[in-house]
C-alpha cells in the first residue's frame, strides 16, 4: 500500500525552538506539499515542491521554511516556533504525469507550542 | 487564499438518507476533487471532476460541476454511519497547486 509517512505524530514545543516535521513518500511522486489544517480555516498550503531542491511559496510562507534533498523527503522547518503556529501539519504527494495533482495524504502531525 | 466555500459547515442526517454538500469557487479551474477527513487523520481523494464534465459517479458518490456558476455539489447515497467524516472540496486551477475549502461536517446517526 502506498504512503506518505510523517514522522511525528503529536509534538509539543516551547516557543522559540526549532521544530522539524519530516515527511516521506515511497510512490516515486515529483511533488510534495505542506498544509497547515485550522478549525474554520481549512487547508492552507505553505510550501510545495516539484522537484528535488525546488520549492515554491504558498498562501501562508511567513515563519515556515522547507527542504528537499531527496525526491521522497520533504521537511517542513519552524526557525523559531510561535503560538500562532499550534496546529495540525498535513503533508502530501502527488504524481505530475496525470496533470490533475490528486493528493495522498500522510496521518498529520499535531504541533503545540507552549 | 480559500478557493472553495462549502455549504453547509454542518450536517447531521439518519442513515440511509441521501448527504448532499455544495461547493462554490472563485475562479477558473482545470479540475475540482472531494476528500473526506475522518476525525483526526489525514484527508482521503473520494472524487475528481474534470471543467467539461458535467456528472461524475463512483459507487454511492455523486458529483456534479456547474462552470458557469463556479459551483459543485457532492451527494452521498444511502449513507451509512462509516460515512461520518469531514468532506472538502478542492480545486486545481494550473499547475500543481490546490486550494481546499473550509469544509462540511457531516454526522450520520445510526
Known amino acids: 500500500d502506498v504512503k506518505v509517512t510523517q514522522s511525528s505524530r503529536y509534538l509539543v514545543k516551547r516557543t522559540g525552538e526549532k521544530v522539524f516535521l519530516e515527511c516521506v513518500q515511497d510512490?516515486?511522486?515529483?511533488?510534495m506539499f505542506w498544509y497547515r489544517q485550522d478549525p474554520g480555516l481549512g487547508l492552507r498550503l505553505i510550501y510545495f515542491?516539484?522537484?528535488?531542491?525546488?520549492?515554491e511559496k504558498g498562501d501562508i510562507p511567513e515563519g515556515y521554511s522547507v527542504s528537499r534533498e531527496k525526491k521522497e523527503r520533504f521537511s517542513l522547518i519552524l526557525e523559531s516556533a510561535s503560538t500562532n503556529q499550534t496546529s495540525m501539519y498535513l503533508c502530501?504527494?502527488?504524481?505530475?504525469?496525470?496533470?490533475?495533482?490528486?493528493?495522498?495524504f500522510g496521518a498529520g502531525s499535531r504541533l503545540t507550542v507552549l | 487564499s480559500q478557493q472553495g466555500e462549502e455549504d453547509p459547515q454542518a450536517l447531521s442526517i439518519q442513515e440511509g438518507e441521501n448527504a448532499t454538500m455544495n461547493c462554490s469557487y472563485k475562479t477558473s479551474i482545470n479540475n475540482l476533487q472531494w476528500y473526506r477527513q475522518n476525525s483526526g487523520r489525514g484527508l482521503v481523494h473520494l472524487i475528481l471532476?474534470?471543467?467539461?464534465?458535467r456528472e461524475k459517479h463512483s459507487g454511492r458518490l455523486r458529483v456534479t460541476l456547474d462552470t458557469s456558476k463556479k459551483s459543485s455539489s457532492l451527494l452521498i447515497t444511502a449513507s451509512r454511519a462509516a460515512d461520518t467524516a469531514s468532506y472538502f472540496c478542492a480545486t486545481v486551477a494550473g499547475g500543481f497547486k490546490t486550494i481546499f475549502g473550509a469544509g462540511t461536517r457531516l454526522f450520520v446517526k445510526a
Open positions: 515542491s516539484y522537484d528535488v531542491k525546488m520549492k
Open positions: 510512490m516515486d511522486h515529483e511533488n
Open positions: 502530501a504527494s502527488s504524481f505530475q504525469g496525470s496533470g490533475a495533482n490528486v493528493l495522498t
Open positions: 471532476i474534470r471543467s467539461n464534465e
